[in-house]
């Protein structure tokens, strides 16, 4: 649905040349939702924004739903625009406007009919939960509250795809998961393409099906969020990872007894999160185990687990453990 091919975007401000974005290829199938993580000035936006071309790239293709974007005329792209909404960090309301009047404007620049626009907006209103706050200005909303007016305004013209550029930045954590939720929603109901950009890994874990991660303008790694959290591969991936969990205690590490402990990641997905395969295999190979850190969670919809463990026990007892757990499917590395 959405295919960029070898993006690049250079610019030049005081005869000095910045490459925000070098050789960029993504593919979005249509109703994914796709997350693009990076840090501050990584290219994120100006990635997110090549795709409904407010930002031109210097070289590249552009191609939604195989039309080539960077070849349409101003009036051509005006219309195919109309279909991708996109929401903001900072909301980007009329503050002069009610909720109602912010979710109209697009419908009124359109020139849809008076009645059409009012039956719209309410139905939006009710799909946000903004009903009873219709008339209020944006000075008057919770930060929560803007930005569902703001998915609410990008969703007025029923959208295929919708571009998020840091939406839940500026909230607090309750609020973000809050509005996670609604994109998600939006995404299994209308099947509405999702693109967000972030820098926080939270988000891509909570409802994102496929990663991108962008660093210093190209893309390091790129897969299904399952593949990429539990196996990064480069290193900026593990950084974004590693904030979400604490680090080992290696100090506890070398307190164990024996001279040289086995630390083993062992990582559970799907149906095996909840199933007492470890149990069952330590409970015939006889070794014991001390666990060093452990996280059981979710990826959008796919349970997870992962557990740094220490094996105590004869060698052999070991090897077979590890050796019958990666039979019964698990992921497991010996870290040392
Ligand atoms: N209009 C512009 N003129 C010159 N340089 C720009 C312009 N827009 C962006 N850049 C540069 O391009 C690079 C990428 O910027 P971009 O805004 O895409 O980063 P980002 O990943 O969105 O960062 P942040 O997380 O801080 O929003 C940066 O080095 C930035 O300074
Ligand atoms: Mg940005």
Excluded at 197 to 209: A, F, N, Y
Excluded at 261 to 273: A, R, S
Excluded at 304 to 329: D, N, P, S
Aim: proline share 3%.
């Amino acid at each position: 649905m959405i295919q960029l091919q070898n993006i690049s975007k250079h610019y030049l401000t005081n005869n000095r040349q910045t490459i925000a974005l070098n050789a960029v290829s993504l593919h979005v199938n249509k109703g994914e939702i796709f997350g693009i993580i990076g840090h501050s000035g990584a290219g994120k936006s100006t990635l997110l924004r090549t795709i409904n071309l407010l930002e031109r790239p210097s070289s590249g293709q552009v191609l939604i739903n195989n039309t080539e974007f960077t070849q349409l005329n101003h009036t051509e792209l005006q219309n195919k625009r109309r279909k991708i909404g996109m929401i903001f960090q900072h909301f980007n309301l009329l503050t002069s406007a009610t909720v109602e009047k912010n979710i109209a404007f697009p419908l009124t620049l359109a020139g849809m009919p008076k009645n059409q626009i009012q039956a719209r907006v309410n139905e939006l209103l009710t799909l946000v939960g903004l009903e009873e706050h219709r008339n209020k200005y944006p000075s008057q909303l919770s930060g929560g509250q803007k930005q569902r007016v703001g998915i609410a305004r990008a969703l007025s013209a029923d959208p295929d795809i919708l571009l998020c550029d840091e939406a839940t930045s500026a909230l607090d954590p309750l609020t973000t998961n809050s509005i996670l939720e609604l994109l998600a929603e939006i995404n299994r109901k209308f099947g509405i393409t999702i693109v967000l950009i972030t820098h926080e890994m939270h988000v891509i874990r909570t409802i994102c099906d496929k990663v991108a991660v962008i660093h210093a303008g190209q893309i390091v790694e790129q897969g299904l969020v399952t593949e990429v959290f539990l196996k990064p591969q480069h290193r900026v991936t593990q950084e974004f990872i590693d904030e979400l969990s604490d680090p080992i205690e290696w100090s506890n590490l070398r307190n164990q007894q024996g001279t040289s402990p086995h630390l083993v990641k062992i990582t559970f997905l799907g149906e095996q999160t909840y199933l007492p395969l470890l149990s069952e295999i330590i409970s015939h190979t006889g070794v014991t185990f001390s666990i060093m850190q452990g996280t059981i969670s979710r990826l959008k919809d796919t349970p997870y687990g992962v557990l740094h463990v220490i094996f105590h026990g004869e060698e052999r007892a070991i090897e077979q453990t590890i050796q019958e757990l990666k039979i019964r499917g698990l992921d497991v590395e010996v870290m040392q």
